[in-house]
């Protein structure tokens, strides 16, 4: 059974830096067929795709926070890690890791986290 | 980076309609369209890849179809899980891009 889920905190300040952990199961972060995306969703709006990364180290960013973004992973702690820095009030969303295959597209999802930035 | 466009941004519809949802895609994106499924406070749910290939599971009243930037999603025998939001996504090329979702309401 493949599961994802979201680990975090759920409230950080402005200017702080966001950690976020995606734990896995039910498959392998070295399959060379598989990769984990980093999803979020503010409150009322619509999805945004944020960066992925696969088994062969091969990663991806959002443009517009490529500077502010770096992901990773741990494949013998089955574990994708989402840094965001530099946080304002803005990056407030739920956050959704998901597994993707290659070909196929995304096709099982975290339940998701809500961060809210605040001071 | 490939902007994708989803019409209409809300849609109506009765239990037993059967409803079209539209995605274009600014660009070629060679078929590699998927479609998914948001119900409010939920993860979303993967419906379609590959522009017309069911996700394991997902039952043949979800039908999709369209190639190179136009794409369509149909739902058939509306019921009341069906009411939520759809969103199209193109992995063809990075970044990867979502369209601004459909939400689909009850009549």
């Known amino acids: 059974q493949v599961t994802l889920k979201e680990s975090g905190p759920v409230l950080v300040k402005p200017t702080e830096t966001l950690t976020l952990t995606c734990t896995v199961s039910?498959?392998?972060?070295?399959?060379?067929?598989?990769?984990v995306t980093w999803i979020r969703q503010p409150p009322g709006k619509a999805l945004e795709w944020l960066s992925h990364i696969f088994s062969n180290g091969e990663k991806s960013y959002r443009p517009s926070l490529k500077s502010r973004l770096t992901i990773s992973k741990d494949t013998s702690k089955s574990q994708v890690v989402l840094t965001l820095t530099n946080l304002d009030p803005v990056d407030t969303a739920t956050y959704f890791c998901?597994?993707?295959?290659?070909?196929?597209?995304?096709?099982?999802w975290g339940q998701g986290m809500l961060v809210t930035v605040s001071s | 980076d490939i902007q994708m466009t989803q019409s209409p941004s809300s849609l109506s519809a009765s239990v037993g309609d059967r409803v079209t949802i539209t995605c274009r895609a600014s660009?070629?994106?060679?078929?590699?369209l998927a479609w998914f499924q948001q119900k409010p406070g939920k993860a979303p749910k993967s419906l379609i890849y590959g522009a017309s290939n069911l996700q394991s599971g997902v039952p043949s009243k979800f039908s999709g179809s369209g190639s190179g930037t136009n794409f369509t999603l149909t739902i058939s025998s509306l019921q009341p899980e069906d009411f939520a939001t759809y969103y199209c996504q193109q992995y063809n090329n990075n970044p990867r891009t979502f369209g601004q979702g459909t939400k689909l309401e009850i009549k």
């Open positions: 998901a597994r993707v295959r290659r070909g196929s597209g995304i096709d099982f």
């Open positions: 039910g498959f392998s972060l070295s399959n060379a067929r598989l990769g």
């Open positions: 660009q070629d994106i060679n078929n590699y």
